[in-house]
């Protein structure tokens, strides 16, 4: 059963710093891994996508990578703002075409 | 183009009674997750659905727990006789094809007294 994981599960930092979220999981076998955003008491937000063949995707602010062979994500967020704080959240498609999802990583950008 | 909408945002309900949960997804997408979501802790899946079957329910308890997608209307999660235990956010997520993005509603906060 594939296991995702978030490290850390919290973060503070002072608005302006460059950071890197980490995820990593069991199963190498996926088809795609999202990474999402989630403000206390609402949904989901989706970031990216990355489909297994690619290595990387880019949004504004946001780069997110995949290394499937090691079973690891990374989510970079430059230039950090107050806006910025929320849980993020990484979710891994494998067999089944289901998402598996991590605890999150609870960021707070600090103004 | 509407979001993924669930009803009711909140419910409570006493022991032993019935909850049903409302999910419409976006327009255009056949495919529906629910999610079970506790206090600082990430998304269990729950089930997966597409119009008419179910796909997949290997997260969701055996007894009291059913879902539905029907031809006609909004998905429904139903819990018979809520315990304490079922309290929760669940979350409806929808997508045009499997393996492409999720779009997520605001849930469904779910209160057992």
């Known amino acids: 059963k594939q296991e995702v994981t978030q490290i850390p599960a919290a973060l503070s930092v002072p608005e302006g710093e460059n950071l890197v979220l980490n995820c990593s999981f069991t199963d190498s076998a996926i088809y795609n891994l999202q990474w999402f955003r989630q403000d206390p008491g609402k949904g989901l937000t989706s970031l990216l996508l990355i489909q297994s063949s690619q290595r990387e995707q880019t949004s504004g602010r946001l780069n997110a990578s995949l290394d499937k062979s090691s079973g690891r994500s990374t989510l970079y967020i430059a230039a950090s703002q107050p806006g910025d704080s929320a849980t993020y959240l990484c979710a891994v498609m494998g067999t089944g075409d289901k998402f598996y999802f991590g605890s999150g990583t609870k960021l707070n950008v600090k103004p | 183009n509407a979001g993924v909408m669930q009803n009711p945002r909140h419910l409570v309900r006493r022991r032993g009674q019935e909850a049903r949960l409302r999910c419409s997804p976006m327009?255009?997408?056949?495919?529906v997750y629910w999610y079970r979501q506790l206090p600082e802790e990430g998304l269990k899946f729950m089930v997966y659905?597409?119009?008419?079957?179910?796909?997949?329910e290997s997260g969701m308890p055996k007894e009291r727990f059913s879902a539905e997608f029907p031809k006609e209307g909004p998905s429904i999660l139903r819990i018979q006789q809520v315990v304490r235990g079922d309290s929760a956010a669940y979350f409806c997520?929808?997508?045009?094809?499997?393996?492409?993005?999720?779009?997520f509603g605001s849930g469904t906060q779910l209160s057992v007294l």
């Open positions: 659905l597409q119009k008419e079957n179910i796909i997949d």
């Open positions: 327009k255009g997408h056949s495919h």
């Open positions: 997520a929808s997508s045009s094809q499997a393996g492409e993005k999720l779009f």
